[in-house]
């Protein structure tokens, strides 16, 4: 499973829910998630970073950045985008180097 922590992470694609009561506990953002997961189905196809994202984008799927603002979250939340849907390879490099969609423990991080 994909686990983010529960605060908010303006450059993630997986939005969390803002409950400052318990800032430790890790949530999954079902509709994000998917994405992600896909993101790495398509690499183990053998797809390179420029094809995934231009499969993105022609299937209309909203980039992180839109996404985020969309949930009315991120560094974007109040900002117009010309083509919403628009993915580019180094976002999806992006995402395929974050330690935290693998899986893997990251201690002394907050």
Request: proline fraction near 3%; charge should be positive.
């Amino acid at each position: 499973m994909l686990w983010h922590r529960e605060y908010t992470r303006e450059s993630s694609h997986l939005r969390v829910s803002e409950r400052p009561e318990n800032k430790q506990r890790w949530i999954i953002d079902e509709e994000a998630t998917a994405v992600v997961r896909r993101i790495f189905r398509m690499v183990n196809d053998g797809k390179g970073v420029y094809q995934i994202a231009d499969i993105l984008s022609e299937e209309k799927v909203l980039c992180p950045s839109a996404y985020l603002a969309a949930k009315g979250v991120g560094n974007r939340r109040n900002s117009k985008f010309e083509d919403p849907y628009r993915w580019w390879g180094t976002t999806v490099s992006y995402i395929l180097a974050r330690v935290e969609y693998m899986g893997h423990t990251v201690n002394f991080k907050t």
